[in-house]
T-cell receptor
Framework: AQSVTQLDSQVPVFEEAPVELRCNYSSSVSVYLFWYVQYPNQGLQLLLKYLSGSTLVKGINGFEAEFNKSQTSFHLRKPSVHISDTAEYFC??????????????FGQGTELSVKP | KAGVTQTPRYLIKTRGQQVTLSCSPI?????VSWYQQTPGQGLQFLFE???????NKGNFPGRFSGRQFSNSRSEMNVSTLELGDSALYLC?????????????FGDGTRLSIL
């Protein structure tokens, strides 16, 4: 069975500082990896995805993530955060099989709080 | 292109009642997935529909059901509501439900059970 662990439930950081949100996954098969962001009272918005190819993936709003197969990790980074980045961030995986029935497995989420 | 639309945004029900939530996917998307989000359990997959057929199902009791119409719109029904069903219910759509296809989420329906 697949599982996703987000190692930090809350990450406080000052504006313009760098941030890393950690994500590890466990799966007996190869996976696709995603990061989503959720702002208050909204649904989830895709930040970036890793499907194949380069292990460094760039997404929207200046975020990037690096896929590390040996460590089964997919950490999210941003070199300089803004107040507007305050939100909850979710790491998710889906199987690489031919058909996966629209199912994402999510981590528990990391609340990023950016302080002035 | 319009995004995923969920109605209503908020619902208040009492125990024992039933409820129906609606989801209109992005135009051209034929796969619709439903998720339950709670503070304790996080985001959990309920089920997925494609071409009016349920193709995948999570570990939820039979009180949770759904259907999909020929225009890909989907509804989710919860019968005999329990206090623990209070949650944000999210709908997501993708072209065909493949694992490499990002899912596009609606803003959810917040269900409160009194």
């Amino acid at each position: 069975a697949q599982s996703v662990t987000q190692l930090d439930s809350q990450v406080p950081v000052f504006e313009e500082a760098p941030v890393e949100l950690r994500c590890n996954y466990s799966s007996s098969v190869s996976v696709y990896l995603f990061w989503y962001v959720q702002y208050p009272n909204q649904g989830l918005q895709l930040l970036l995805k890793y499907l194949s190819g380069s292990t460094l993936v760039k997404g929207i709003n200046g975020f990037e993530a690096e896929f590390n197969k040996s460590q089964t990790s997919f950490h999210l980074r941003k070199p300089s955060v803004h107040i507007s980045d305050t939100a909850e961030y979710f790491c998710a995986v889906s199987d690489r099989g031919a058909y996966q029935g629209g199912k994402l497995i999510f981590g528990q989420g990391t609340e990023l709080s950016v302080k002035p | 292109k319009a995004g995923v639309t969920q109605t209503p945004r908020y619902l208040i029900k009492t125990r024992g009642q039933q409820v129906t939530l609606s989801c209109s996917p992005i135009s051209g998307h034929r796969s619709v997935s439903w998720y339950q989000q709670t503070p304790g359990q996080g985001l959990q997959f309920l089920f997925e529909y494609f071409s009016e057929t349920q193709r995948n199902k999570g570990n939820f009791p039979g009180r949770f059901s759904g259907r999909q119409f020929s225009n890909s719109r989907s509804e989710m029904n919860v019968s005999t509501l329990e206090l623990g069903d209070s949650a944000l219910y999210l709908c997501a759509s993708s072209y065909s439900g493949g694992g490499n296809q990002p899912q596009h989420f609606g803003d959810g329906t917040r269900l409160s059970i009194l």
